[in-house]
């Protein structure tokens, strides 16, 4: 596997934990990695970005280049757009469509949302529907996870396990509902291409994922996406789901 | 051998308590704080020996000073901080070139281009190079462990201190790194009480300054010897580059053969290397990051003749802030990659102090009582405080350096500017606050300092502060305010109409006044 990785949001959503899962599940796998990101004051409810590299050679940079991300993976609409500069020709948007309202000047968010929507490789999630659906409307950051640690080629198995060791001091509680979280996320994700693909806007794949009652949507994660393989992969191939122009 | 996950701080933390340290001081800053949290973390659950002391200090320049005590009594030591931090820290760091260590003493100093967190993006080289000590520039975490390793055997065999000099790109980045899997027993060298060495009376330090000279000669040769600093020649094209700006340089030419390539890691400069360089190449690019440090030195007043230097005074790279891949690869006059235009008309998202954030209550009780009063200024400091400058608040004049609002303040009033005030942390108080208010207090200055007492180093992540509560309103009636005047405040709203009725009554206070704001950092609760 080789990606570069772009993840955003605001200070206090969890992109620091979600970088940790992305790199320790590369470490597992004998790849190597960086992973830069920013703390101090841009920490304080501003925005933050965090650049992740995976390969199996040697990495240099530290920060990836302009148009070389295959994912850009956000937990906030606006801050997604933020990092559109950094996406590869075939790389994949896959952002929450849930705004961060901490600013007086926040555009409208069909705008936003509209705008993503442009990027032929895009998915919209939303967060806040399903991390709750999971149970635990702070888990958003792990819905995203589940998302994109998939599309990157990780299998949920994979994610779980960095799950488990992060939240190792919480209660059990916590530490279910954020694995289950990492698999709505992964369904949810492929419902939605799923009807993009069939025709339809942004906007009523959404509505259609939104739809669907929580308890069914946790029962079909269960179901339908399995532990040990990534994105349409059977588990055990290491090539990667999103390619990179090296 | 082992692999291990750590963040370039936490490598440089791991190499200095695998080198053997018996002690590591810090203050936290932005991008350096994390070097002493881990040392910390290693020293609660520690045990190995030797036993490692760690912990925060009131400032740098007391940070360094203990250091420098651990190394004269033959143990070797950690000093870390972040850039401007070495500026608090620049009377021992300068004076310890002469007196020399003992025990190996490494100053781990992380720079913030870009300034991402910090109030400029000075370059720590250039006092290396003041002080004529020697300097490790690390371009990636495994280098960042190894020559912080290294850096100890060279601090004794040379009897200096050895700065490690990183910055945020590489200090805040994560990588897998092979580490040794045990402690080094670090030589036992026992004290070293050479009064004729650290006491810097004047003759002694004449001998001493004259000492490090011939020393220095010495270093100079070492680094154009260094295998961290490597020359390749190749094409009549050239490259100097240092640092993590390496990567960005590596990035792009991906093994491309072609150019010449010096790259610098250790210093002082390797003048002969340089030379060799710029001899063989009819252009030299040189790439690093922070200011133009090498490219100064190489063009100096009058640049070389047949050879044109290329870099940030030549505007092939920007005079000031953080490289990246993209702009050296631009220097480098490479295509640029393709990529979606970038979106521009975004709002921003600027950081903001947290909700329920006790400074937010603090500037709405001293703005409103500020109100009547048209010449009031309000200076401030550095801390999460300092978001007050940012609406809603638009509270606060100035952010300089630790501890300046006291100062400033008293300087205003000293010229009529009434209310002459300010706002400072708990923490900065303790760090360079309090020097300022005995001076206030002796002259019982016509000013009001509000301490926003949080009871925490907040912005760089809660670390422990040294004085809050009862024991700073002791600490300023110990510094000679007179104690009638010191106020203690809760901020919250329902408490704002009394909150802003005791300020304006120390206001006209015509004296010195201290309204201590004391509520605890909302993310003290979190933890």
């Known amino acids: ?75 906030e609409p606006l801050e997604c757009l933020r990092y559109a500069q950094y996406l590869s020709a075939g790389g994949s948007m896959v952002t929450s469509c849930a705004p ?29 529907y399903l991390s ?19 599309a990157l080629g990780f299998s949920i198995a994979e994610l ?87 | 051998m082992k692999s291990e996950v750590l963040l370039g701080d936490e490598t440089v933390a791991l190499a200095a308590i695998h080198a053997g340290i018996s002690a590591a001081f810090s203050y936290p800053g932005t991008p350096a704080t994390e070097i002493l949290e881990f040392v910390e973390r290693y020293a609660r659950n520690q045990k190995d020996s030797p036993k490692v002391a760690a912990g925060w200090s009131a400032n740098e320049k007391v940070a360094y000073e203990e250091a420098l005590g651990v190394s004269y009594a033959g143990k070797r030591a950690l000093v870390s901080m972040k850039h401007v931090g070495l500026n608090v820290a620049a009377d021992p760091f300068m004076s310890s070139a002469l007196t020399g260590a003992h025990g190996g003493l490494v100053v781990a100093v992380a720079d913030d281009p870009g300034m991402h967190s910090s109030q400029n993006e000075q370059d720590s080289r250039y006092y290396a190079h003041f002080a004529r000590l020697p300097a490790l520039e690390p371009a990636n975490q495994q280098e960042a462990y190894d020559m912080t390793l290294a850096a100890y055997e060279d601090s004794e065999r040379y009897g200096l201190p050895v700065m490690i000099r990183l910055v945020t790109r590489l200090a805040h980045s994560r990588a897998n790194v092979q580490v040794r899997t045990d402690r080094k027993k670090a030589p036992g060298l ?56 390496a990567n960005y340089v590596q990035e792009n030419l991906d093994g491309d053969g072609e150019a010449s390539v010096l790259r610098i890691a250790h210093y002082p400069l390797p003048k002969g290397k340089m030379r060799e360089l710029v001899a063989h190449c009819d252009e030299v690019l040189v790439v690093e990051e922070g200011y133009p440090f090498i490219e100064d030195a190489l063009c100096g007043v009058v640049a070389p003749a047949d050879t044109r230097i ?53 500037y709405h009780h001293i703005v409103e009582a500020l109100k009547p009063y048209r010449e009031a200024i309000l200076f401030s400091d550095i801390g999460c405080y300092t978001l007050g400058a940012l609406p809603p608040y638009n509270a606060i004049k100035s952010c300089v350096d630790m501890g300046a609002s006291i100062g400033m303040a008293r300087g205003a009033s000293l010229v009529g500017i009434h209310p002459s005030c300010c706002a400072i ?32 180093v907040a912005m760089t992540g809660t670390q422990e502060t040294l004085a809050s509560g009862d024991e700073l309103v002791r600490l300023v009636a110990g510094l000679g305010v007179n104690p009638d005047h010191i106020k203690v405040i809760e901020p919250l709203s329902k408490y704002h109409e009394g909150n802003v009725r005791i300020i304006r009554g120390e206001i006209d206070h015509r004296g010195l006044s201290v309204i201590i704001s004391k509520r605890a950092c909302i993310r003290l609760k979190k933890k």
């Open chain 1, 160 to 246: 779980e396990g960095q799950v488990r060791t992060l939240f190792s001091g919480k209660s059990e509680r916590v530490v279910e509902a954020n694995c289950k979280a990492l698999r709505v996320g992964a369904l949810a994700a492929r419902l939605y291409r799923e009807r993009l693909e069939q025709g339809r806007s942004y906007a009523a794949a959404l509505r259609a994922v939104g739809e669907i009652a929580p308890a069914e949507l946790v029962r079909r994660a269960e179901q339908e996406i399995p532990s040990d393989a990534a994105d349409g992969q059977p588990a055990g191939d290491r090539s990667p789901t999103v390619s990179t122009g090296g």
């Open chain 1, 1 to 75: 596997m080789k990606a570069n990785v772009i993840l955003a949001g605001v200070g206090g959503q969890g992109i620091l934990s979600t970088a940790y899962c992305l790199c320790n599940a590369a470490l597992k796998r004998g790849l190597n990695f960086k992973q830069a990101e920013v703390h101090g004051m841009a920490q304080r409810g501003g925005a933050v970005v965090s650049h992740l590299r995976i390969s199996p050679d040697t990495i240099y940079s530290d920060l990836v280049s302009y148009g070389e991300a295959d994912l850009l993976l956000s937990i």
């Open chain 2, 425 to 456: 942390g708990d923490s900065t108080f303790v760090h360079s606050g309090m020097t300022g208010l005995i001076g206030a207090a002796d002259t019982d200055a016509n000013m009001t300092v509000f301490i926003l007492d949080n009871a925490t």
């Open chain 2, 190 to 245: 026992g004290v070293e009480p050479d009064p004729r060495k650290w006491t810097l009376l004047p003759m002694n330090a004449r001998r001493q300054f004259t000492g490090l000279l011939e020393k220095y000669e010495g270093l100079c040769k070492a680094a154009d010897e260094s295998p961290y600093n490597t020359l390749k020649l190749g094409g009549r094209r050239g490259i100097i580059c240092s640092g993590i700006a």
């Open chain 1, 132 to 150: 709750a659906a999971a149970g635990s409307g702070r888990a958003a950051n792990m819905v995203m996870l589940g998302a994109g640690g998939r």
């Open chain 1, 100 to 128: 961060v309202l901490n600013i007086g000047d926040y555009p409208e968010l069909d705008g936003v949302l509209k705008r993503v929507a442009e990027f032929r490789e895009h998915i919209l999630l939303d967060t806040t």
């Open chain 2, 310 to 362: 290329l870099g940030r005074r030549s505007g092939h790279l920007p005079a000031s802030g953080e490289l990246s891949p993209d702009l050296v690869r631009q220097a480098l006059g490479l295509d640029k990659r393709e990529a979606p235009e970038p979106i521009t008309d975004l709002a921003g998202r600027p950081p903001q102090m947290c909700q329920g954030c006790p400074h937010a209550d603090s």
